[in-house]
């Protein structure tokens, strides 16, 4: 109790550390929203619970470091992960996904902590259990007396991650197949009717997510660290997120990442590190409380 | 003509019968090991299975182990335990009961350890572990559970006492040094803080931060700024290689001014390699050096260790030997040396003579307690200078000087 107190006064005392940990929040916060995004995208267009989701972001840094490790530029990395992420997550979908998009929810639930299980493990035997990160080797541009450091690869990975979620933005609204996967979200079988090979949709859906994903990783190892069992903590955010912001609300999605990005930086600041990954649990539950509270109100189905 | 082929072939076969006569002479001493060769120990798990077999190989070629008379080689049985402590037990079991292992070496990690050793106890089979340092593991009472290693709340605690000398020689007192500590909320890693914090308050020094990092940890930044605010002379970190390497990035990212900063596991994080002059002045605990001036007659001096196990292990070669490697080894040596004073095979004998060992080996000297942890060897602080480990502390064995305070 005394540490929060101490940790409370520190915030008083300091003022310009808010900004500090706001600016670390949002900095995190943007490739959670990204792996998110993917989330919700999955989850919206075929109702699949994506529990792998984690696991690919984290295969996505692999791809990445393994490149740098062969000389390839890190920077490069983020788009070859995008590409290399999107034929895995076709290949996960052709054998896994496909055959449990029409079944009800735990039988995708398990289907896909299933995969994320046996990727974790894959991913350790490749590349053993270390942990790997790249140096970038940038340097970091300091405000306010060195209290707060912007490192110039950070920003470059929060840059890429917003020109990401951009693009593919854009391309949900116009292009064509964007179209197609938003009739599909809206009614598959009224999609269906209309000639959309839903079936295509799915597995473009599917291959995106991962795309996205992978890129977020190769943006992670850059940036933090990764390790073949680190997946479950983006899991888990992509679910609180996802959850907090809504199905098909894209800005939301954005919005709810930044925002528990930097709340968890709040709590680590005030509670201890230790209880960062509790805070995004504990508003995931505050959210579905609230949500239930509004709804019970408007006699509305939970869907 | 004749008669000198048959004479030939006559020859030819008493050599042949005789070679293979001295290789039976020599009898097979079967060691059963449940290691980690996949999950997340699987790295370390892989370093402690070589520092075995090298162990065994070196024991070999320098005739092996001499009972009465007769000479015997180790031979080891391995079982993946996948990381997982139920999954170790289950090896254990099966290793003593349907391979009839008479004798074990350990697993990785003083998880593992934990896991395994009440099957050895319940079984009264000698176990002799390079890589459980937990000191929750020497209170139980085992009676049949050696570890040749530093138990790990000695791991850092030396930078306390380092800490307090640099404030005395600055003129300052020992009291007023402020110290900061994360370290994981793991078994390993909470002894270490036990460890710190117990001397730091012996110099009745004020413990200004005293955090627990996450499992899956992978920034830091919130504890880091706290450091920032707080301004400590002494930074403890201790959370496996993901705290070394989180630790390291984030301290040159933040450009952390910290007189001292100590961690652990800086050599498996490769945090030289990795963020290069970043990590200079860091110190990193080890329980082994190749640098320090320990020797034993069959693996020669540590450094003697280090370049031979590197020409039989290449992989090695651009890395530093991990000390999880070393230890391993000494293990090994550690039964050797046991047989040969117990004269026998008998378990108890054997168990008798592992607890009177007073040994000295290229990784330290090596001498049991009543609880079975290894009291005669000093843990022993490196500080990256230029990218290079030098050992600085204990002052006894330390080949550079300290640089002090970290820039």
């Known amino acids: 109790m005394d540490q929060v107190l101490s940790n409370i ?17 949002l900095m995190i916060g943007s490739l959670f929203a990204l792996a998110a995004y993917g989330l919700a995208l999955v989850w919206g267009v075929m109702n699949v619970k994506n529990l792998a989701q984690g696991d690919f972001v984290i295969s996505g840094g692999y791809v990445s470091w393994w490149l740098a490790q062969h000389g390839m530029p890190a920077l490069l990395g983020v788009p070859i992960a995008f590409a290399v992420m999107w034929g895995v997550g076709w290949v996960a979908y052709k054998l896994v996904i496909r055959r449990v998009i029409e079944r009800d929810l735990f039988t995708s639930l398990l289907a896909t902590f299933g995969l994320a299980i046996m990727m ?6 490749m590349f053993s259990s270390d942990t790997r990160s790249i140096d970038l080797g940038f340097d970091t541009l300091y405000f306010a007396d060195g209290l707060i450091d912007v490192p110039i690869a950070k920003l470059i990975g929060v840059l890429m991650a917003a020109g990401l979620a951009a693009a593919v933005i854009v391309f949900m609204k116009s292009s064509r ?20 090979d839903t079936e295509k949709v799915y597995a473009f859906t599917f291959s995106l997510n991962s795309g996205i994903c992978g890129a977020a990783g190769a943006i992670i190892v850059m940036v933090w660290l990764v390790q073949p069992f680190y997946g479950i903590a983006y899991s888990i955010r992509a679910f609180v997120i996802v959850t907090a912001a809504g199905l098909g609300n894209l800005p939301g999605v954005i919005a709810a990442g930044l925002g528990i990005g930097a709340l968890e930086q709040y709590g680590a600041h005030i509670f201890g590190i230790s209880y960062q990954q509790a805070i995004a649990v504990i508003l995931l539950l505050l959210v579905l409380l609230f949500r239930l509270i509004q709804q019970r109100r408007n006699r509305q189905v939970l869907k | 003509m004749k008669k000198l082929s048959v004479l030939s072939i006559l020859v030819a076969a008493t050599t042949l019968l005789f070679s293979q006569a001295s290789l039976a002479a020599c009898g097979e001493i079967v060691l059963g090991s449940a290691i980690s060769l996949t999950g997340k120990y699987s790295t370390e798990g892989l370093n402690s299975q070589n520092g075995y077999d090298f162990a065994v190989e070196k024991i070999r070629q320098n005739g092996g182990i001499k009972i009465g008379g007769k000479c015997y080689n180790f031979k080891i049985i391995y079982y993946d335990d996948e990381s997982k402590g139920d999954r170790g037990a289950t090896l254990a079991e099966r290793l003593i009961s349907q391979d009839k292992v008479q004798y074990m070496l350990g697993p990785y990690s003083s998880g593992m350890t934990k896991a395994i050793a009440p099957v050895t106890e319940k079984y009264q089979i000698p176990m002799v572990e390079a890589e459980g340092a937990s000191r929750s593991l020497f209170n139980k009472g085992y009676k049949y559970l050696f570890a040749v290693l530093s138990t790990s709340e000695q791991y850092l605690a030396s ?50 931060l005293d955090e627990k990092l996450p499992r899956d940890l992978s920034d830091m ?42 961690m652990t596991h800086c050599e498996s994080a490769d945090v030289t390699g990795k963020f290069g002059a970043t990590a200079n002045d860091i110190l990193c605990s080890t329980q082994w050096a190749e640098t320090l001036s320990y020797k034993d007659p069959i693996f020669g001096s540590a450094a003697n260790y280090d370049q031979e196990f590197k020409l039989a292990y290449p992989a090695y070669k651009d890395k530093e030997v991990p000390y999880q490697t070393a230890q391993a080894s000494a293990a090994v040596y550690v039964f050797k040396d046991a047989f040969e004073r117990a004269e026998s095979l008998d378990k108890e004998k054997l168990r008798d003579a592992l607890a009177a060992t007073d040994l000295m080996s290229f990784y330290g000297p090596i001498k049991f307690s009543e609880a079975g942890n290894n009291i005669a060897k000093p843990m022993v602080l490196r500080q990256i200078q230029d990218g290079k480990y030098n050992v600085v502390a204990p002052s006894a064995f330390a080949s550079h000087k300290l640089n002090w305070p970290r820039q």
């Open chain 2, 159 to 208: 930078a306390i006492t380092l800490a307090a000398e640099m404030a005395e020689k600055k003129g300052k007192q020992a009291s007023s040094v402020k110290v900061a500590v994360a370290v994981e909320n793991d078994p390993f890693s909470l002894d270490v803080r036990d460890g710190v914090v117990e001397d730091a308050k012996r110099f009745n020094m004020n413990i200004v």
């Open chain 2, 221 to 262: 930044s919130a504890i880091l700024t706290k450091v920032q605010l707080l301004k400590p002379d002494l930074l403890i970190i201790s959370g496996h290689t993901k705290g070394a390497v989180t630790g390291v990035r984030q301290i040159g990212e933040k450009n952390i001014k910290v007189p001292m900063i100590a």
């Open chain 1, 9 to 25: 006064s520190l915030l008083i005392e300091f003022p310009i550390v808010n900004l500090k940990i706001i600016l670390d929040g």
């Open chain 1, 177 to 196: 197949m964007g179209q197609a996967i938003r009739a599909t979200a809206q009614d598959a079988r009224a999609a269906r009717v209309m000639g959309i």
């Open chain 1, 120 to 125: 974790a493990q894959l991913l350790n035997l």
